[in-house]
């Protein structure tokens, strides 16, 4: 099995000391507060991407907020017909 590539990114210097001090103040390895910083990023990155295309398909099909309480309104509807 292939070991994981391993790559030592540049930090600036007050930012690299600030993360050491938060992995010694946790008994943390600083790969792991990078890790775990570069997961939730990117995991933001997922979310935004994810609501702007929902708001780009909102705009596609020309609904508004306004829209919204009607549309809860059927689909509850509907929810309570197939039961």
């Known amino acids: ?3 994981p590539e391993t790559t030592n990114p540049s930090l ?7 993360l050491e001090m ?10 792991d507060l990078l890790a775990e ?4 990023y990117l995991d933001e ?3 935004q991407r994810l609501i ?3 708001r780009e ?8 907020e306004d829209d919204i309480p009607r549309l809860i309104a059927e689909s509850r509807s509907e929810q309570g017909k197939e039961r």
Do not use: F, N, Y
């Open 45 to 47: 990155r997922s979310w």
């Open 52 to 54: 702007q295309s929902d």
């Open 12 to 18: 600036p210097g007050k930012l690299l000391a600030e």
């Open 37 to 40: 910083a570069v997961r939730k």
């Open 22 to 31: 938060a992995a010694r103040a946790e008994d943390r390895p600083v790969g």
């Open 1 to 3: 099995m292939a070991s």
């Open 57 to 64: 398909r909102a705009k596609d099909l020309g609904l508004t």
